[in-house]
Every structure is written in C-alpha cells, then in structure tokens.
T-cell receptor
C-alpha cells in the first residue's frame, strides 16, 4: 500500500453532469499526476501539478481541469461528462518533478457515466 | 497515443515457471519503467531503468533494455500465483519525464 489515497472509490454520474475527484499525496511529495485508464487500456496522462502549478498536460479537452492545494493534495474536475469519460481515474504522487522519478499510485476512482 | 507496446497481450503459465514480457517503443527515451496492476486497482512501481543502463535486477525481477532495438523485457523468475496481474511499461522521452504507458500484458499464473 502506498500513502496515496483517493476518494470516492466509485461514482456513478449522468451525462452532462460535473464531477470532482480527490487525491491525497504521499507525505513529502510535491508532485501529483492524474491518469485516465479505460477498460483494457494503459493509463493515459491527463496532467501533472507541481507545487500548485500545472506542469504538463496530456491530450485531454479543457473540461478536464485540476487543482493542487498547499498541502499538495489535488482535485480533478470534469465538466459536461460524456459516456466515454467512464474509466478508472488514477492519481500518482512523486517526490518532485523535472527529474527521473518513481510514482506512487493511489487505488483509483472508478467513474461510470450513464 | 501510446509509445510503449507490450507483448504478448496475455500470458498464462504454471507456478514455478518463468514469465517474460516485452515492451517496444518508437522514439528515444530518457528512462523506461515497469509497473504492475492488480485487478484494475492502482499501479505499483517495479523497476526504473535509465537509457544508459542495460540490465537491472530486483528480487525475482530482471529488466533489460536494448536502446538500439528500442525494446525492453521484464523477466519474472519462479513465478507465483500472487504474480497474477497486468504489467505495463512506461517510457519518458524528449525533454519530458512524464511516462507514457502501453496497453499492458495480462499475466495469469496457475497454482
């Protein structure tokens, strides 16, 4: 078990709604990355936050947004949910950004959009 | 798009046998990492190998990297039922240290 926690564990939302997912990073880590993992696929990088600033973004539309707080915990917000947003959302924390690093993953939040 | 691609997609072996998974990638990398994922849960980091390294070991795991062939392999020796999981390679390339994951190899180890 890593020290990374995510909430909620499971979530069911309706198309068009908005959702907020939360992640608490491992103690001492200032970098959080978010990934989307569709069934049978590898994780796809959404974005990374380093010391409360966005530090890189994958190929996701602007309706995917995030925040990192002073305690380095993080939120992922998704607006105008679509059916294809159904996936496992993973956050990972690391000691820092900008160098070779090991990521510690949380257990994930499974989002179902109906 | 996914940079690393694992092969095979699925592997089924008996306990005690060795399991070998391969990862191929397209562009030059800074490092390559292997992760394990149990039953759609969080990923667990196994090994990171840098572009200037050729082989690394960790317990029953052995990772090789051949940058000329743009490929890596993960060997699990003396496999156990608890090794049943999906295994992913992730690469970071260019000026980015953000990993890009492949689709994974699903390993089943029968007791």
């Amino acid at each position: 078990e890593t020290g990374v926690t995510q909430s909620p564990t499971h979530l069911i939302k309706t198309r068009g709604q908005q959702v907020t997912l939360r992640c608490s990073s491992q103690s001492g880590h200032n970098t959080v990355s978010w990934y989307q993992q569709a069934l049978g696929q590898g994780p796809q990088f959404i974005f990374q936050y380093y010391r409360e600033e966005e530090n890189g973004r994958g190929n996701f539309p602007p309706r995917f947004s995030g925040l990192q707080f002073p305690n380095y915990s993080s939120e992922l917000n998704v607006n105008a949910l679509e059916l294809d947003d159904s996936a496992l959302y993973l956050c990972a924390s690391s000691l820092t950004a900008g160098e070779l690093y090991e990521q510690y993953f949380g257990p994930g939040t499974r989002l179902t959009v109906t | 798009s996914q940079q690393g691609e694992e092969d095979p997609q699925a592997l089924s072996i008996q306990e005690g046998e060795n399991a070998t998974m391969n990862c191929s990638y397209k562009t030059s990398i800074n490092n390559l990492q292997w992760y394990r994922q149990n039953s759609g849960r969080g990923l667990v980091h196994l090994i990171l190998i840098r572009s200037n390294e050729r082989e690394k070991h960790s317990g029953r795991l052995r990772v090789t990297l051949d940058t000329s062939k743009k490929s890596s392999s993960l060997l699990i020796t003396a496999s156990r039922a608890a090794d049943t999981a999906s295994y992913f390679c992730a690469t970071a390339s260019g000026g980015s240290y953000i990993p890009t994951f492949g689709r994974g190899t699903s390993l089943i180890v029968h007791p």
